[in-house]
């Protein structure tokens, strides 16, 4: 007979292929007492035949029988073989065709050619079904209690934590923490990235970060100690914070907002004010070059608005500087709302836990599927207006770790374009008024047109 050995093992833990070639001289000595001529060894290491993933190995073999190569298959038992029943029906099909003969070192000799042979076979593929369907529920529900019971449920090394997922690691926490500050104050996270990057801080899985790896790190609830369990938070966890709750629920809505562009696609904002100042006639101004040098102009308004770019910034900076280092600047970071805050967020827990009760309710029969359905409309419509409260307390943010600097104007300057882009939206609207053709009175040769009477600033009071 001209046989073929399969060996196959799902978990090889430590890479060495152990398991794999135990099976492998199991069945050469099988092979041997049968008098078989091995043409071909097939062997899938680390690969479950019931994750529905390519075996290679498993592939060719069935290629060999189905090609009339070989008149025998050995195994070390039915199941390294198939563990689906669709998969033996296909794998008896093909050996009917070419009588090719299953041997296995556990299971004996399979006569698939016999009625008796093919329930046995079927029988042994039913058990390990079940053997694999039981293991599922066990390992599902083991991590079911893990979850209600807030402990980790084990997998990679979570990015501000040790390989036990409760140590923190403090550089890794503060990166987190500074980087929801800053998102919540106006920062970018394709600024973030760049930054983290630039420090040479990589992925628990050794990458450079990208913009939506860093938006799955700061969303994630681990970041505020909850636990999540099938994509829902159900409760507290066993590892410390790294942010509090408010500030990652808020990071989290704000992240989520259609409004915002944070998905790292599209050209990066590459001047102070474009999309920021405004045109007299209300429209957002853009900046844009062609044969000249860059400048804002109004392009979805009246289209009667151009000025240099860079005339423009020095002047808002200027003056943006000078406001920062006003001796009031301390007062605009953030006013005193923790109570405000904490009333905020207790309406916001209240509102999440009747939304879970609805569905409790409609499985009990108390309330029918429209009650469900308008409750859920109501409650979810009131939880929004909740959240854009809480995000508001944190409008202020924008100027926390400038306006309270030793010196705010150098620390503005120092910051990243993003930062100071939000700095000036909190606190001014920079209005370019339309003026004049031509040369403005007393000009002489050598002189700009720039004329900083037609750039309006106006600070913001709320």
């Not at 929801?180 to 996270?189: E, N």
């Not at 410390?240 to 989290?252: D, G, K, Q, S």
């Not at 006639?281 to 040098?293: D, E, M, P, Q, V």
């Amino acid at each position: 007979m001209r046989a073929s050995i399969y060996c196959r093992i799902s978990r090889d833990r430590v890479g060495a292929g152990l398991g794999v070639a135990t099976q492998e001289a199991d069945c050469r000595e099988l092979a041997k007492s049968l008098g078989c001529t091995i043409v071909s060894i097939h062997t899938d290491n680390d690969l479950s035949a019931y994750a529905r993933k390519p075996r290679p190995g498993y592939k060719a073999l069935l290629g060999e029988v189905k090609a009339g190569e070989i008149n025998a298959v050995i195994a070390w038992h039915t199941d390294r073989l198939h563990r689906s029943p669709a998969e033996l029906e296909d794998y008896v099909t093909a050996c009917e065709s070419h009588s090719v003969k299953t041997y296995t070192v556990k299971a004996g000799h399979l006569d698939l050619s016999t009625a008796s042979g093919l329930m046995i076979a079927r029988m042994l593929g039913a058990t390990a079904r079940y053997e694999v369907d039981h293991m599922i529920e066990r390992q599902q529900r083991a991590k079911q209690r893990s979850a209600e019971a807030g402990k980790w449920k084990g997998s990679r090394r979570p990015y501000g934590y040790e390989a036990d997922g409760v140590t923190v690691v403090p550089d890794e926490a503060k990166a987190i923490a500074e980087a929801t500050t800053a998102l919540l104050a106006g920062a970018s996270l394709r600024g973030i990235t760049a930054q983290w990057n630039a420090e040479g801080r990589r992925t628990t899985a050794g990458n450079p970060w990208h913009s939506n790896s860093l938006r799955r790190t700061v969303t994630r609830p681990r970041n505020a100690g909850l636990m999540e369990h099938q994509c829902k938070v159900i409760g507290k966890a066993e590892w410390p914070a790294i942010v509090p709750e408010v500030e990652w629920r808020a990071l989290v809505d704000k992240l989520a907002d259609p409004k915002r562009r944070s998905n790292g696609r599209g050209p990066a904002r590459r001047w102070l004010g474009s999309g920021l100042y405004r045109c007299e006639c209300g429209a957002k101004l853009i900046c844009s070059s062609t044969n000249h040098a860059p400048a804002y102009r109004c392009r979805d308004g009246c289209g009667r608005v151009s000025r240099r770019q860079a005339d423009v910034d020095d002047l808002v900076s200027r003056v943006i500087v000078e406001r920062l280092r006003r001796p009031d600047v301390a007062g605009l970071v953030a006013r005193d709302n923790a109570t405000e805050m904490a009333t905020l967020e207790a309406e916001s827990v209240a509102l999440r836990t009747r939304l879970d009760s609805l569905a409790g309710f409609f499985a009990q029969g108390v309330i029918d599927a429209q009650q469900l359905t308008e409750g859920t409309r109501q409650l979810n419509a009131h939880l929004g207006e909740v959240r854009v409260k809480i995000g508001k307390l944190f409008d202020g943010s924008a100027l926390a770790g400038i306006a309270d600097a030793d010196d705010a104007g150098s620390a503005w300057l120092e910051a990243p374009l993003d930062r100071r882009r939000a700095v000036v939206d909190a606190l001014a609207v920079v209005t370019l008024v339309k003026g004049g053709h031509g040369r403005p009175a007393g000009w002489r040769p050598g002189q700009t047109y720039f004329r900083p009477e037609l750039v309006k600033i106006e600070w913001r009071t709320s």
